[in-house]
């Protein structure tokens, strides 16, 4: 791993992660996000290994979204809706809510809806076309075959832009 | 003398970013006072973070001297004119400042790309030989809140482009009581995706060209700031 103490100061070689005297029950965002922040630093300074840091916050990841997952349906607040203990608010409201508007019979949604699908549909053929170019390449005025308008007038069209990036897929064992 | 077509900065590109994922009140019209220079009211936030920053500047102007001119109060704290500021909070980040070759640098390079030349530019806040660091205060910090944000692929694609790759970029960042340090790695994928982003804010700014007042953004006019060296250590 590359050095990343690139404040130019001599490394600390002492534990930078003094998190024994706090409880993670009882700690505010400001603290958690310091200790975050800190093992970062420890990384970036050379102290600690950053793939054994990633296997740790991954696999520390893996148990805490499974008891989030678990708690779900058994957490109940004490009393009322709202709620704050140890520096969270609580609160208690329904969530994933969708509505769905073409029960209205409201015209101008309705019209808009199906304008929206259909762009959509174009826009879809359009990036697919789009595709096909894989260097900048002349094209000629675009005629609506339907009404002899020029929908688009001659240039260079250049290829989409493909991204990605290089990732570590963890599988536990 | 090379045409500049557009002239972009990092902030201005998270204006419209933020506008984007409807983060922060940003608005379409707060986007476009940000393009044409519209001054706003400073809010205390943004007066603090200044001063936070002249106090920080101070500590590093006595380290690298040995004056010290900030006085340390019995309460444990520095004060500027209008705030107080935890002193060891200081201390500790201009510790970290102090060997910063120059601050507040002017940086730009030109962009060659099918819609123009792009003049990426800005001013960055403490360089290093071989990394940028943005010092930031906010009231509320989460992890990793500065993941989306413009400057880190910017600078970096600057120098990379001016020859002087970053190994990193650091966002140093205070609540006023902590200090939370963020880094990032230039990558390939990083600044192909703020070329993305670039694309897609001239496509924007192209379409609502009528709403912009203030040609600057297409690289007419580009003041360019006075870069203030600190010395080398």
Redesign the interface.
């Known amino acids: 791993m590359?050095n990343?103490n690139?404040?130019?100061?001599p490394v600390e070689q002492t534990a930078l992660v003094a998190i024994e005297d706090k409880s993670l029950l009882t700690v505010d965002?400001?603290?958690?996000?310091?200790i975050?922040?800190k093992i970062?630093?420890a990384v970036?300074d050379g102290n600690a290994d950053a793939l054994n840091t990633l296997i740790m916050a991954k696999k520390g990841a893996y148990v805490f979204d499974a008891v989030i997952e678990a708690m779900k349906g058994k957490a109940r607040l004490p009393e009322g809706k709202n709620y704050q203990k140890h520096n969270c608010d609580i609160r208690e409201q329904m969530t994933g809510v969708r509505y769905d508007f073409n029960v209205c019979n409201d015209a101008v949604w309705n019209s808009l809806n199906m304008q929206m699908l259909a762009i959509k549909e174009q826009i879809a053929a359009r990036e697919q076309k789009l595709k096909t170019f894989t260097t900048?390449t002349e094209v000629e005025d675009e005629i609506d075959q339907d009404t002899g308008e020029v929908i688009m007038t001659a240039r260079?069209i250049?290829p989409p832009?493909k991204?990605?990036?290089?990732s570590l897929i963890f599988t536990l064992k | 003398m090379e045409t500049i077509n557009y002239a972009i900065y990092p902030s201005v590109l998270d204006a419209y970013l933020r506008f984007k994922r409807k983060d922060d009140d940003e608005t379409f019209k707060s986007v476009f006072d940000k393009i044409n220079h519209v001054r706003g009211e400073q809010t205390e936030q943004q007066a603090m973070g200044e001063e936070f920053e002249l106090c920080v500047n101070d500590m590093i102007t006595s380290i690298k001297t040995g004056d010290y001119s900030l006085t340390l109060y019995q309460d444990g704290y520095y004060r500027t004119k209008n705030f107080k500021f935890k002193a060891d909070l200081i201390d500790r980040i201009a510790?970290?400042?102090?060997?910063a070759t120059k601050k507040q640098e002017y940086m730009e390079a030109i962009i060659p790309s099918?819609v123009g030349n792009i003049k990426l530019y800005g001013i960055a806040d403490y360089t290093?030989?071989?990394?940028i660091?943005d010092l930031k205060t906010t009231q509320n910090?989460?992890?990793n809140k500065y993941k989306d944000h413009a400057q880190h692929p910017s600078y970096s694609l600057i120098r990379e482009l001016n020859g002087a790759p970053l190994?990193?970029f650091?966002y140093l960042v205070s609540?006023f009581?902590?200090?939370?340090?963020?880094?990032y790695?230039p990558?390939p994928?990083m600044h192909?995706?703020l070329?993305?982003t670039l694309f897609e804010f001239i496509n924007f700014i192209e379409y609502f060209k009528d709403y912009i007042t203030d040609t600057k953004i297409f690289g007419v006019h580009v003041h360019r700031p006075i870069t203030d060296a600190v010395g080398h250590?």
């Open positions: 590359e990343l690139l404040f130019l100061q965002k400001s603290e958690l996000s310091e975050a922040s970062v630093e970036d900048p260079v250049n832009v991204t990605g990036s290089q | 510790t970290k400042m102090q060997h099918h290093f030989p071989e990394m660091t910090y989460k992890c190994k990193a650091k609540d009581d902590k200090v939370y340090q963020e880094t790695i990558t994928g192909q995706k070329m993305i250590a």
